[in-house]
T-cell receptor
Framework: DQQVKQNSPSLSVQEGRISILNCDYT??????FLWYKKYPAEGPTFLIS?????DKNEDGRFTVFLNKSAKHLSLHIVPSQPGDSAVYFC????????????FGDGTTLTVKP | ETGVTQTPRHLVMGMTNKKSLKCEQH?????MYWYKQSAKKPLELMFV???????ENNSVPSRFSPECPNSSHLFLHLHTLQPEDSALYLC????????????FGSGTQLSVL
């Protein structure tokens, strides 16, 4: 049973427009959520996170929204830039599970100039 | 540069070979991890070490043997692997093992022939 799912394997947007990446989870014990970005031939790098006590966290062009009742989070990138083209992973963790992070499959974002 | 260095970047080995993957972190973190990423699959947690002690073994076959001599170094010893073990192996570290953000190395792309 995959506890963290990113149902869109890929997303393509025009430069300057908004990119919205979605993530769903099933485990209600998750209380901390993270987004990572991965370029080819590199390891994932941390992008932004949100605690379950919040519903929004913003960092520059990146905003993460959390809807606990729907067990859904999304990452908004605005405006999107060609350098944002990468694979984006959603991850979730719980203090009750020794803090292990469970990852989604990833969504490949392509931002076209 | 994430502060986590993995060597080698690429490795090709036969099923009867013995090889080791090395990871070093320069971040002063206390927790280190091995993850596996197979094609079209989410990142799978393999092992977790906290203050040099193994705290998690995610049902990994014994042909994978981790070693953590100190909080800065992590090894993954490989022996009699199978072709299905071919994958990207990622090392990560974090300040603690409480689900905080992970800092990943660039990974070792392993091919088992």
């Amino acid at each position: 049973d995959q506890q963290v799912k990113q149902n869109s394997p890929s997303l393509s947007v025009q430069e300057g427009r908004i990119s919205i990446l979605n993530c769903d989870y099933t485990n209600s014990m998750f209380d901390y959520f993270l987004w990572y970005k991965k370029y080819p031939a590199e390891g994932p790098t941390f992008l932004i996170s949100i605690s379950s006590i919040k519903d929004k966290n913003e960092d520059g062009r990146f905003t993460v929204f959390l809807n606990k009742s729907a067990k859904h989070l999304s990452l908004h990138i605005v405006p999107s830039q060609p350098g944002d083209s990468a694979v984006y992973f959603c991850a979730a963790s719980s203090n009750t599970n020794a803090g292990k992070s469970t990852f989604g499959d990833g969504t490949t974002l392509t931002v076209k100039p | 540069e994430t502060g986590v260095t993995q060597t080698p970047r690429h490795l090709v080995m036969g099923m009867t070979n013995k090889k080791s993957l090395k990871c070093e972190q320069h971040l002063g973190h206390n927790a280190m991890y091995w993850y596996k990423q197979s094609a079209k699959k989410p990142l799978e947690l393999m092992f977790v070490y906290n203050f040099k002690e193994q705290t998690e073994n995610n049902s990994v076959p014994s042909r994978f043997s981790p070693e953590c001599p100190n909080s800065s170094h992590l090894f993954l010893h490989l022996h009699t692997l199978q072709p299905e073990d071919s994958a990207l192996y990622l090392c990560a570290s974090s300040r603690s093992n409480r689900g905080e953000k992970l800092f990943f190395g660039s990974g070792t792309q392993l091919s088992v022939l």
